[in-house]
Every structure is written in structure tokens, then in C-alpha cells.
Nanobody, 124 residues
Framework: HVQLVESGGGSVQAGGSLRLSCAAS????????MGWFRQAPGKEREGVAR???????SYADSVKGRFTISRDNAKNTVYLQMNTLKPEDTAMYYC???????????????????WGQGTQVTVS
């Protein structure tokens, strides 16, 4: 069982930056793959970025070049640096984890079995 706690959300003007953090605890094997997802009102939850325990990353096309996911395994923390924010980035952002398969992490939210409570990001 893994516990995840997000922080760092807030309100920012378009073009600004925020850094989200996700503190993880619990069974290490269950959080080899870490991902950030977001959900805007009336929309489905979508993958933003994911990172494997070896540091391999993948991003949604909509955030490539603007967002950077990273992890500090010593601190059991995953980060999402968000730059050049746009109003369409407004959403609740969630951190999630799962064990992965052979070092590969998928983008589908249904594969992730550990979720944080979310942190709101509002861009105006």
C-alpha cells in the first residue's frame, strides 16, 4: 500500500510557473512508476507526465517542452515543474503510483493503484 501527498498547487497568471511535489510512503515496489495526472471540471482525467524508477520520462503532447517531471528517490518525492503555464492547464493535479512492468510505465490512469488527494492549479 502506498500513500501519496501532493503540494505546491495554487493560482498563477498565464506564463507563470509552479512546482508540484508528491511525497510518497509505503511499499517501494508499488511506486516504481510515478505519474502526474490532471482533471478539469467536466473532463476525463488525463495523463500529464510519468517517470520510471530508473528515471525514464514521458509527457503528454500538450505539456512537452513546458513541464518537467523528476524524482528524488532518497527523499521519496516526485516533482512536476510547470513553466509557461496556460489557462488550459487549469485542473486538479493528482500524483499516482504503480509497480509498472519491466521498467515500462503506461499512461492509462486505470493502471495506477495509488493516488493522492490532488492539488488545484488555476491559471488565469
Amino acid at each position: 500500500h502506498v500513500q501519496l501527498v501532493e503540494s505546491g498547487g495554487g493560482s498563477v497568471q498565464a506564463g507563470g510557473s509552479l512546482r508540484l511535489s508528491c511525497a510518497a510512503s509505503g511499499y517501494t515496489y508499488s511506486r516504481k512508476c510515478m505519474g502526474w495526472f490532471r482533471q478539469a471540471p467536466g473532463k476525463e482525467r488525463e495523463g500529464v507526465a510519468r517517470i520510471s524508477d530508473s528515471g525514464g520520462t514521458s509527457y503528454a503532447d500538450s505539456v512537452k517542452g513546458r513541464f518537467t517531471i523528476s524524482r528524488d528517490n532518497a527523499k521519496n518525492t516526485v516533482y512536476l515543474q510547470m513553466n509557461t503555464l496556460k489557462p488550459e492547464d487549469t485542473a486538479m493535479y493528482y500524483c499516482a503510483a504503480y509497480s509498472g512492468s519491466n521498467g515500462y510505465c503506461v499512461s492509462q490512469p486505470g493502471a495506477y493503484n495509488g493516488w493522492g488527494q490532488g492539488t488545484q492549479v488555476t491559471v488565469s
